[in-house]
Structure formats: C-alpha cells, structure tokens
C-alpha cells in the first residue's frame, strides 16, 4: 500500500509479481504519460532519461512513489538493468530539437536502439521501438498504410531522425530474426497534449502557446500541408495494446482526422483565442505535404482506435499550458 498526492490509499503488487518495464525517454512529453500509466496499472517502473528535452516536472509527481524510479542515463551508452519489457521511448521529437544536434540524434536513434535491444536480449525482455511516421517521408501513398515503403530524402536536414527511426526499425528486426528477440514496432503519427515542452516548436504547442499569449500563430508555408493529429491518452493505450497484443507490427497508431495547419489554426482561434492573427512564414525544407495513417491493421488485429476527437484534445491542454506559460 501507498498514498498518493491525494491521501488516496493505493494497492500495489508485492514486488515479485509486477512487471518490470523500463521506459526510455520516460521523462519526455509521450513518456511520461506512459510512466503515469504503467505506473497506476502497478507495474514497477524504471523512468531513464538524459534530460535532453524531457523534464523533472513532467515526472515530479511520480517521484517517491514505491513503484517508480528515476535513472539519469543516455542510452547511447549501454546499462545492466533487469527488467521484462522495455518502452524505448528515447529521441527528441521536435524537428527544431532532433535538428539541433543531427549527429547525436541519429547516434540516439542507432547506438541508443542497438543498446536497449542488447539490454532486451540479455534480459528476454520484450522491446518496443516508438518509431514514427516520418518513415514514410514525404509520402507518395496517402493515407499511409504499414506496407509501404516511404519517400524520405537520405541526405536532408530531417534525415537524421527520419533515417535514424529507419534503422531503428531495422535493427529491431534484425534481433528479431537473429536472437528470436520479442519486438514490437509502432509507427506514432503526430500526437499533441499537456506536457509538451513550450519552446519545441511543433506545430500544436506553438499555436497554442502563441493563441494564449496574444502572439501571431505562425502558419508555415502556405497551410495547405496536412497532418493527423491524436490525443496523448489515446497514443499511451495504443502503445500498451501493442506491447501486451500478439504481434510485431508494424503498428500505424495515430487519429486518422486529417486537417490542414490551416484549419489547425482557425480550430485553435476558435478553442483559444478568437481574436489571435494569423501570420504566415516560409516552410522548412522537406516538410512533408500529407500525412495521415490508415489504422485498418491495428484496429482489426488489436481492436485499438483513438476516441478523442482534435477539438476535445485541444480544449484538454489548454490548462496545462496556461499554468506553464503564467497566463488566465
Ligand atoms: P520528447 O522530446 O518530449 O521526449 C524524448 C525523451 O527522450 C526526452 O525526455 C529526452 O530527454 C529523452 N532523450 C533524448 N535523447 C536521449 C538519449 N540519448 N538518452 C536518454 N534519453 C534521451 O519527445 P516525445 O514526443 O515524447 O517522443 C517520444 C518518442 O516518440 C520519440 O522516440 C519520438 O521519436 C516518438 N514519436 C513521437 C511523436 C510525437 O508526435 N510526439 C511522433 C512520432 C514518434
Ligand atoms: N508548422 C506551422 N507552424 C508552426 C510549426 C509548424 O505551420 O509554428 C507546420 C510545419 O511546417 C508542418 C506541420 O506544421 O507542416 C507539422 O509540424 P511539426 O513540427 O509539428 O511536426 P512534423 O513536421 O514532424 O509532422
């Protein structure tokens, strides 16, 4: 037994009969709703991160808990743990991030990848890789379906994090066909919600933030781009359907609604702030022109498909981020 926060009594698992999972990456914006998960489900959670682009806050309430824990790590270096799933969540995900340091990202993604699955073979472990839908690149079938192959430019300003998740994958097979390693492999579609780090640039954060702050929304290009945007909640459920279901993958988790960041931008006007401008400003390059996942496989293998629509997500984490950012 434990208390949380509250001085609610919670039951947890004697420590022999829970699940050991590490997540890598664990205090980022996607990992740390998946510690909170795992965590309430009463698994026993190991929380590693670089602190790169995650952040103490985002796993503050965790801490102290007895089925948590927090280790100060970067995967590019290998680590003797014992655990019996690994979440390898660990990558920064925002294009101004993984740019920042294009060779340490695709490192992360390489050397970071090939560590946890050594740590998984060692342990038996099961592993799953968090890769992207930027595997698809700029992509010449749409919606986007597992079976296809992708369209990314190998020596662009965005490869080190498209080509890096590409190998990722790879290697990931490779353990698999090689060391008959349990893998599985979920390509996560833009997922948006509280907790994302304010200055990282990705497009639903900036107009939120921008729409709370009285800022122009800075639509790129000319906002006729689209992307698909899911709730956090729904990618976290997504993410533990795959690692407790029967099958590698790959998994497309991702919410089919598809919009242009124009529409994005007039839905947050609408959800934050009627009287925000829109701006626009010139495109970063390969900026993929569609994106939007075909779910048909998971949702007919798993039974999994995301239920908040973008409207409800969008009103969810403006709280959030009007305490962050010290604004009513
Ligand atoms: P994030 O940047 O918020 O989280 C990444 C976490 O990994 C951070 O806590 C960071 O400090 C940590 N990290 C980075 N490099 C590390 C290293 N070398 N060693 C240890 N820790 C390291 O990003 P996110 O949105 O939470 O993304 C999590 C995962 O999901 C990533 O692998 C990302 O590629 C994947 N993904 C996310 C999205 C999305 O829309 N959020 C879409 C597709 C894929
Ligand atoms: N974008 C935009 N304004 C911004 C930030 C991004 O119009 O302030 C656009 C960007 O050009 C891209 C889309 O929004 O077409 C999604 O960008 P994001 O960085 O969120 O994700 P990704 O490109 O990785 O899908």
Known sequence: MSQNGAGTLIKTKPRCERNRVLVTGGAGFVGSHLCDYLVARGDHVICLDNFFTGSKENIAHLIGKPNFEVIRHDVVEPILLEVDQIFHCA????????KYNPIKTAKTSFL??????????RCKARFLITSTSEVYGDPLEHPQRETYWGNVNPIGERSCYDEGKRVAETLTMDYYREHNLQ???????????????????????????????????????????????????????????????????????????????????????????????????????????????????VKTTLGWEPVVPLREGLERMVDDFKKRLGVE
């Open 91 to 98: 990558c920064p995900a925002s294009p101004i991030h993984y």
């Open 183 to 297: 893998v599985r492999i979920v390509r996560i579609f833009n997922t948006y919600g509280p907790r994302m780090a304010l200055d990282d640039g990705r497009v639903v954060s900036n107009f939120v933030s921008q729409a709370l702050t009285n800022k122009p929304i800075t639509v790129y290009g000319d906002g006729q781009q689209t992307r698909s945007f899911q709730y956090v909640s729904d990618l976290v459920k997504g993410l533990v359907t795959v690692m407790d279901g029967p099958e590698i993958g790959p998994f497309n988790i991702g919410n089919p609604g598809e919009f242009t960041m124009l529409e994005l931008a007039n839905l947050v006007k609408e959800v934050v702030n009627p009287k925000a401008v829109i701006e626009y400003r010139e495109n970063t390059a390969d900026d993929p022109k569609c994106r939007k996942p075909d779910i048909t496989k």
């Open 112 to 121: 970071g990848t090939m560590n946890m699955l050594g740590l998984a073979k």
